[in-house]
Nanobody, 125 residues
Framework: QLQASGGGLVQPGGSLRLSCAAS????????LGWFRQAPGKEREGVSC????????AYADSVKGRFTISVDSAKNTVYLQMNNLKPEDTAVYYC????????????????????WGKGTQVTVSS
């Protein structure tokens, strides 16, 4: 299971850090990711990290503002979001693929096998 937390209401330009704790499996050589879905829009891949090489990928819309990281000891993946904009408003979901067979860009376009419940992020003044 994956459980995301840390969402909330923040003003434009503000920051939030989302957390996603995993249970039932341990982190190690996984693909981990964050996705979001705004009302009336399709799901968007935000960020992906592959643990085998510790490399990351980001959607163009969040590059330079968002950072994905993982704490394997805590079995938790994070998304640090800085300089938030109203268009970042969405429900954010964490996801994981236990057997990594695809590229990071593929995961961002197509999603992953395991999903957590979302956490709402609202950016508004």
């Amino acid at each position: 299971q994956l459980q995301a937390s840390g969402g909330g209401l923040v003003q434009p330009g503000g920051s939030l850090r989302l957390s996603c704790a995993a249970s039932g499996f341990t982190f190690g050589n996984r693909a981990l990711g964050w996705f979001r879905q705004a009302p009336g829009k399709e799901r968007e891949g935000v960020s992906c990290l592959t643990q085998s090489d510790d490399r990351t990928a980001y959607a163009d819309s969040v590059k330079g503002r968002f950072t994905i990281s993982v704490d394997s000891a805590k079995n938790t993946v994070y998304l640090q979001m800085n300089n938030l904009k109203p268009e970042d408003t969405a429900v954010y979901y964490c996801a994981a693929d236990l057997v990594v067979t695809k590229s990071r860009s593929w995961y961002l376009r197509n999603g992953m096998d395991y999903w957590g419940k979302g956490t709402q992020v609202t950016v508004s003044s």
